[in-house]
């Protein structure tokens, strides 16, 4: 129930298309869904976040869609970039709630974007 | 603003030795956290701290891993002895506040090869 599980495993994408990644969980008590970005050699770093009073969240070319009745939510890349190629995590918690609960992270999509 | 520092980037070792990671959080950040980073995986908690205590240490196998964290700054996460499976990136992590809901700021990590 603590889990995050995170498709596809990889993904190509075509310059200029949309990238779409999805996550899925079972513990309703989730009420934090970030998605993290890792380049090689690198750490990962906070993208985009959502809670699950709203249903899309939009920050430039990057939308997080949250469907609560499914315990879905998913990440969209529009017109994808060569420089988005990337390891992406999904994660959740129950932080909001109170007390404290640990970030769980998805297993990654690797992501190339080619020219 | 200097980010999470952590040293050293790489360390080779045969496996029942010991091995020894030091990292330095964000200025002013309270909270510091241990993951291991398995090749193909997501990030996992080991142990997180709030400032000198230990918040979190429920997925840190004790009988090899210790973590400490003197006056509330840098921490030393140490394996002993070490075995194959521990080979992975160990990610240090800070934050301001108790994390769950709030960004994760990264080192760029340790990777461990254990031969």
């Known amino acids: 129930q603590q889990q995050v599980k995170q498709s596809p495993q990889s993904l190509i994408v075509q310059k200029g298309g949309i990238s779409i990644i999805n996550c899925a969980y079972e513990?309703?008590?989730?009420?934090?869904f970030p998605w993290y970005q890792q380049f090689p050699g690198k750490g990962p770093a906070l993208l985009i976040a959502?809670?699950?009073?709203?249903s899309e969240k939009k920050e430039g070319r990057f939308t997080i869609s949250f469907n609560k009745s499914a315990k879905q939510f998913s990440l969209h890349i529009m017109d994808s970039q060569p420089g988005d190629s990337a390891t992406y995590f999904c994660?959740?918690?129950?932080?909001?709630?109170?007390?404290?609960?640990?970030?769980?992270f998805g297993a990654g999509t690797r992501l190339a974007v080619h020219p | 603003e200097a980010g999470v520092a952590q040293s050293p980037r790489y360390k080779i070792i045969e496996k029942r030795q010991s091995v020894a990671f030091w990292c330095n959080p964000i200025?002013?950040?309270?909270?510091l956290y241990w993951y291991q980073q398995i090749l193909g995986q997501g990030p996992k908690l080991l142990i997180q701290?709030?400032?000198?205590?230990?918040?979190?240490d429920s997925q840190l196998p004790k009988d090899r891993f210790s973590a400490e964290r003197l006056k509330g700054v840098d921490s030393t996460l140490k394996i002993q002895p070490a075995k194959l499976e521990d080979s992975a990136v160990y990610l240090c992590?800070?934050?301001?506040?108790?994390?769950?809901?709030?960004?994760?700021?990264f080192g760029e990590g340790s990777r461990l090869t254990v031969l």
């Open positions: 200025s002013g950040h309270a909270t």
């Open positions: 992590a800070s934050s301001l506040g108790q994390g769950a809901t709030g960004e994760l700021f």
């Open positions: 959502i809670r699950p009073d709203v």
């Open positions: 513990n309703t008590a989730f009420d934090y």
């Open positions: 994660a959740a918690s129950r932080g909001f709630s109170g007390g404290y609960n640990k970030l769980i």
């Open positions: 701290f709030q400032n000198n205590g230990v918040v979190d």
